[in-house]
């Protein structure tokens, strides 16, 4: 996994760094430039942004159990005012399912604490390789392909002519992708601030990384921002102002943003980018869904080049005599 995050680094670096080497700036020094940007970028929202979303994803969980409990009040309520069309004993039923131990949460993550050490010690390895490993893949990227070459068949024509097409498209995706998660995150955390809801810093987030997944992350993260607007508004003009802001976020994203940004990326039917998304996570992660939409493109290219069978040629027909 660090190895696969610093990866994505150096390709989106390697924009910069090319840019760098046209106008005349040795590649160590352009690789060196733009890692200290790197560098310099990460440490600022390490220490500003995710302090605020550790804190405000605490303060969630501490009030999630209210929040349940107003939601499963207003379930129950439903049954009563509209007794021909709900069972009560149901609506009981259901609502009592949703209850949240807090108590019982705190011993099951106090139980597992060798998996926080574990994932700490992760995000230290992280800290400490990522970046050396970005370095040295921007400073040394001619002698590492160089040095992969070797392990390549002679005739590479497929795979020059797959990764020809793909370059452009895939680097645009990537550094597409990622000026479109801050984009709406920024936009997302102005828009809840303005309408006063709570942890406008974490939602924004969530509403960020939510275009990871086309359609699917925009559809899952509509509950929490609903969960929190309706447990601090209730169902009232506040609430519905809420919802219509995030619904017009979400079209202004994928109709405005979406195009503008992604103009030379190969358009892919809909139901392929589900299937992508779909076989891509299930076998990858975290990395298979937001590789979804290039490995896509790259499964289709591949499908282009491959070389078709040679078809029988027909004989040609004799040629007419000339007096």
């Known amino acids: 996994?660090?190895?696969?995050?610093?990866?994505?680094?150096?390709?989106?670096?390697?924009?910069?760094?090319?840019?760098?080497?046209?106008?005349?700036?040795?590649?160590?020094?352009?690789?060196l430039m733009a890692w200290l940007v790197f560098v310099t970028l990460a440490t600022v929202v390490l220490w500003t942004l995710v302090p605020l979303l550790i804190k405000q994803s605490v303060q969630v969980l501490q009030e999630l159990?209210?929040?349940?409990?107003?939601?499963?009040?207003?379930?129950?309520?439903?049954?009563?005012?509209?007794?021909?069309?709900?069972?009560?004993?149901?609506?009981d039923e259901v609502a009592g399912s949703l209850s949240i131990d807090l108590d019982q949460m705190q011993r099951g993550i106090m139980a597992r604490s060798h998996l926080l050490g574990a994932g700490l010690t992760l995000i230290v390895v992280y800290l400490i390789l990522v970046p050396i490993l970005v370095l040295f893949m921007l400073k040394d990227k001619h002698q590492m392909l160089g040095w992969a070459r070797h392990f390549l068949p002679r005739d590479i024509s497929l795979i020059a002519r797959v990764w020809h097409d793909m370059d452009g498209q895939i680097a645009n995706y990537v550094r597409g992708k990622v000026v479109e998660i801050l984009i709406v995150w920024a936009v997302s955390f102005l828009v809840y601030r303005v309408l006063g809801l709570n942890y406008a810093v974490l939602l924004g987030a969530v509403t960020g990384f939510s275009v990871l997944v086309p359609w699917v992350g925009a559809t899952l993260v509509t509950i929490p921002v609903a969960a929190v607007a309706f447990a601090q508004f209730g169902l009232g003009s506040q609430f519905a102002g809420v919802m219509i802001a995030y619904g017009v976020l979400q079209a202004l994203d994928g109709n405005v943003l979406v195009p503008l940004i992604f103009s030379e990326t190969n358009d892919l039917h809909p139901a392929a980018i589900i299937v992508a998304v779909m076989f891509f996570g299930g076998v990858w992660g975290f990395w298979g869904v937001f590789f979804a939409i290039p490995l896509a493109t790259v499964v289709a290219a591949v499908i282009k080049a491959w070389p078709a069978a040679q078809q029988p040629t027909p004989d040609p027909a004799p040629a007419a005599e000339t007096p």
């Open 65 to 91: 159990p209210s929040v349940v409990a107003q939601l499963r009040e207003w379930y129950v309520s439903v049954a009563s005012d509209y007794p021909n069309i709900f069972s009560v004993r149901q609506m």
């Open 1 to 31: 996994a660090p190895l696969l995050a610093a990866l994505l680094v150096a390709y989106l670096l390697e924009g910069p760094v090319t840019r760098l080497e046209r106008r005349g700036v040795r590649r160590v020094w352009a690789a």
